[in-house]
Every structure is written in C-alpha cells, then in structure tokens.
C-alpha cells in the first residue's frame, strides 16, 4: 500500500524542506541562540555565538520565580491529564457502545458544546469560579478544562474502532461491564489515550487566556503568565533573558513530543481515520 | 458508522454514572455559562454587583460602540486573511512531507514544532523578529532596504499583519497533519492509472487529489475560521495589554476581556458582545457545514 507521490525530483523536493525548515525552524533556533549569548556579545553578531554561555539561564530564573512557575504549570498540568485520561476514557466508552436510553440526546449535546467558543463564555465561567471561590487558585485554573468534549469525542471514535467480537468475548468469559472497559477497550485504545494525554499536557502547559482570568497574585503564575512580564519589557529588558525564558518553556514541551511523536501521529490516525 | 454491539449495559444507569463526571463539567462550565451569558447580556450587570434587566440596550450600545466596529472588522479581517492561507499552504506542505523519503519523520516533527510551542513562546519569538531593533529591521537596515525601521508592531494595522504572520506559521504544522490523514486515503491506483494515461504530477494534484480532500480543505476552513476569531494572545503578546496604539488593533476577545474584567468591569455589555461573537462563529460553522453539505450531493 503506497500512498500516490509526487514526482518533482529527489533534490528539488529536498530544497523545498530545507526552506521550510528555515522557515518553520529558524525563528526558533535563533532564539535558542540569542539564548546562550555571553552578555558582553552583540545580539546580531554572526549566526553562532562565540562564547556559548547558560549564563542567561540563570538571570531569568533570577529575575522572576521561574521554578515556582513552572511547578504551578505542573501542578495544574498534571491534574489536567490525569482528569482528562479518566472522565474522557469513561464518557467515551458509554457514548461508543451498546444503546441505551437517551445516548443520541446527550451525545447531540456534547457535540453543540463544542461550539460555544470559549471566549463567548469566559466572562460567565470566570463569574462561576468567583462563585466557588476559586480565583486565584491554580484548582480555579484546572477545573474547567478538567474533562474536554473533544477528548471524550476522541475516546468515542477509539473505542468504535474495537471489534464486537473481543468484547463478546470478553462477556462469555463472564467479565463485568468495567472490567470490560479496563481489560479489553483501554488497552486496545492505547494510541487515542496518549493523544489525550499530550494534548491535555500541552494544552494546561500553553493555556493563556484562562489563567490570565483567573489568577491575580504573581504567587500563583503559571509560566505562561510569567512570561507576559517579559513581553511587556521589551523597551529595558535583555532580549538574551527573554530568549532563556521561551526556550525555558518550549525545549520541556520538545523533549516530551518528540519522545512520544510516533505515538502521537499514530494515534491521530487512529481517532480521525478508519479505512 | 455507529457500531451497534447488541450488547445491554447490566443496568440503565451505568452509562450515566460512566458519563456523569464528563456530563457535570460541561454543564457547569459549557452549558450553564452560555444560558448565563444570554441572560447577563440582557442586564446591566458589573463586575461587583449583579444587574437588571435593560431589554437589548447591550446590543443596541454595540452597534453604536466604534471600539466594537474596530474589533468586529479586526477579527473579519483576520479570519478573511489567515483562512485561505490556512487552506492552501498546510496542503502544499503535507504534499511535500506525505511521500516516504530518508529523513522525511524529522521533517514532520520540525514543522510541527511552532504547534508545540504556546502562543506566548510563539509571540516572544516573533515579538524579537519583528521589533523595530530585532532582527528583520536589523537585516534590513544593514542590506540598507529600509533607512527607518518599519513598525510591525508600533502601527495597529502592521500589527494586525504581524499576528496574522505567527498565526498562520503556528498553524501550518497542525493542519498539515489533517491533509496528511485524508492523503492518506486518496487512493494510489487512480494516481496510478492517471500516470499511465500521461497525466503530468500537476494535474494530477488538481484533478485527483484535490476532489478527494475537498471536505477536509472545508473542515480546515471552518475550524482555522473559528479559531481567527478567538485571536487573543497574538495581539497581547506582541502589542501589549492595550491592544496596540489607542486599542486599534483589537480583537473581539481582547474586548470581551478588557470590558468585562477588572473593577469597573461592565460583566452585561460584555456577555452582549461575547453573544455576538459566539453569532459570528456560528455563521462561519453552518457556512461550512452547508459547503460540505452541498458537497456531498
């Protein structure tokens, strides 16, 4: 099974990603440089640093609480996958198999929440958490994206793909309805259960706008949040600290994708595409 | 496509207990946030203290607010830009990738990467490309192509053209993997047999492959829609809380946020404006359905 190709030439096609590469990579790489700059070096001199230095490291985890940011963003991050894993697995399985009694109605449900924009509700969730109590606390920043439709969707579409016969099986062989679900679908949906938990990762990792809401004392930044201190400097500020600051949030999220990417483009076939 | 195993749940209610964890959230933080936000748009409600009802005054001050026009057009403006670019260049770019050759994971990871990283990392970066003492005007200055630094970020509507500029380079890498999946099915014996009947690769890009992915170009087209008008942290990041010069950079987001938030935060106008952002997406949603709709026949 080969998939159709492209006949534009072997070297044509690769100048054609090296470019892309330069331009999807090279803005970043730069910043990595500029990173480990030594600060008595012009910004702009030459492509390599000549005296590479983890110098500015150091100025911005002096600068502002870099590691208490980053244990928060954990923290939540952490909470995030572990909820998401679980509710969506579960919420996925009864939505994928047998038929009961108002599946199509809370199914056509999930599915219009997925279009409220969250931007249209943030000011009414924001007035809920103040409700509960919760802002400024990191459990006010999780607890709303604490199971997505999306992911609940994901698992659903996974556990379609289980065949009848293996869950039959498992019924003869006088397994219960979870140990149905722990034995026979969470396994066979390994491939949907680690997109849910890289993009549940990533997403409390990246998030913005929704700490933004929520937290007000510095105390509780997420790193994200943190960095924002550094945008708005950009007048005064080193941009060799700023550059450590993003790599500082970009190379933990790398090292996680790149070690789990086949997984990941693996799974999203899995969940998007049944042939 | 829903498989029907025949097989009961032992008791009526174990797919609710199962879903009850999932069905809470969504109420307490989809479905009930929604019918709030109609109902707060339709008072006078601030931040500290809950409102009356005023009828559609909200909505009728909107369309006599000039910050709500400049949002509005921003947002269109971004959504009319970014989206055909999100269409066409994350195509061109799984063709590229989508053919086995030595090397080719490593290209797919790296071009996937700027999806990695968070919108406030992406703006950093972009923010030292783009300032007037970062790298282009530097380059520029020193190739002597510009004598003045050109003011990606000090102008609104330069500013406007430098998020969308992140925008579409963040989302290449994410909707190239999309065109990767429906590749995937564009059945190789057609190619094949067009080859042999002496179709050149061109047109056969335009004649076999782009038929078979016309709905996931609709599907990338909707959802980069969507997400052009939820554009904050772009505008934040690279222009600064105020929304670049006098706000003129603005997105609907950015004022929901900055209306509805804060102490003198005015929680009624702006779950009015947030309604009439959530209208807007909608439209774009049922275009696309409709397209696709009117595809399949």
């Known amino acids: ?275 | 496509m829903e498989a029907e195993t025949g097989l009961r749940h032992r008791t009526w209610w174990t797919p609710y207990l199962f879903l009850a964890p999932g069905l809470v959230m969504v109420t307490m933080f989809s479905l009930w946030p929604f019918v709030n936000t109609v109902i707060l748009s339709l008072t006078d409600a601030q931040i500290l203290r809950g409102g009356g009802f005023v009828g559609f005054d909200n909505y009728a001050r909107a369309f006599g607010d000039p910050d709500f026009w400049v949002a509005t057009g921003n947002s269109v403006l971004y959504l009319v830009v970014v989206v055909p670019c999100l269409v066409f260049l994350p195509l061109a770019l799984a063709v590229l990738v989508q053919r086995e050759v030595p090397g080719i994971g490593f290209f797919r990871s790296a071009f996937y990467t700027p999806v990695i990283a968070s919108a406030v990392v992406v703006g950093l970066i972009w923010q030292w490309v783009l300032r007037s003492d970062g790298l282009v005007n530097t380059v520029f200055r020193k190739l002597s192509i510009v004598s003045e630094p050109i003011p990606f970020l000090t102008d609104s509507t330069m500013l406007l053209v430098s998020a969308m500029i992140v925008t579409v380079w963040k989302g290449l890498g994410y909707y190239m993997v999309f065109y990767l999946a429906a590749l995937g099915n564009v059945s190789a014996s057609l190619h094949e047999a067009a080859a042999l009947d002496g179709a050149g690769p061109v047109r056969r890009f335009f004649s076999i492959t782009v038929p078979q992915v016309k709905p996931m170009m609709l599907l990338v087209g909707t959802l980069s829609a969507i997400s052009a008008l939820r554009v904050f942290t772009e505008i934040y990041i690279l222009g600064g809380e105020s929304g670049g010069p006098g706000g003129g950079a603005r997105t609907l987001p950015f004022l929901i946020r900055q209306v509805g938030l804060g102490f003198a935060g005015e929680t009624g106008y702006a779950a009015a404006i947030s309604i009439l952002l959530f209208l807007l997406t909608l439209v774009f949603s049922l275009l696309g359905r409709r397209l696709s709709k009117g595809d399949e026949r």
């Open chain 1, 1 to 275: 099974m080969r998939a159709p190709s492209f006949r534009i030439g072997l070297a044509g096609r690769y100048a054609t990603l090296l470019l892309m590469l330069v331009v999807m990579l090279g803005p970043i790489v730069w910043q990595f440089l500029t990173s480990i700059r030594g600060r008595t070096e012009n910004v702009y001199d030459g492509v390599l640093p000549a005296r590479p230095t983890l110098d500015n490291y150091v100025r911005v985890a002096e600068s502002f609480p870099l590691l208490q940011y980053v244990g928060n963003t954990l923290t939540v991050a952490l909470l995030a996958v572990t909820s998401n894993l679980l509710f969506a697995a579960m919420g996925g399985y009864a939505l994928s198999r047998a038929a009961w009694k108002g599946r199509r109605a809370v199914f056509t449900v999930l599915v219009a929440t997925l279009m409220f924009p969250f931007e249209s509700v943030m000011i009414s969730m924001f007035l809920t958490i103040r409700e509960m109590g919760l802002v400024d606390t990191l459990i006010g920043v999780w607890l709303p994206g604490a199971v997505s439709v999306l992911n609940i969707m994901i698992m659903r579409s996974a556990f379609l793909a289980v065949p009848a016969e293996l869950e039959e099986a498992a019924v003869l062989d006088g397994a219960g309805e979870w140990t149905r679900f722990t034995r026979v679908f969470l396994p066979a949906a390994k491939g949907a259960l680690a997109v849910v938990c890289i993009t549940s990762f990533m997403g409390a990792w990246d998030d913005f706008l929704w700490p933004l809401l929520v937290l007000t004392d510095s105390e509780n930044h997420t790193l994200q949040l943190g960095l924002k201190t550094l945008a708005g400097a950009t007048t005064v500020s080193d941009q060799r600290i700023i550059a450590a600051g993003a790599m500082a949030a970009l190379i933990p999220m790398m090292l996680l994708f790149f070690a789990l990417q086949r997984f990941f483009f693996k799974g999203v076939g899995d969940g998007a595409v049944k042939t």
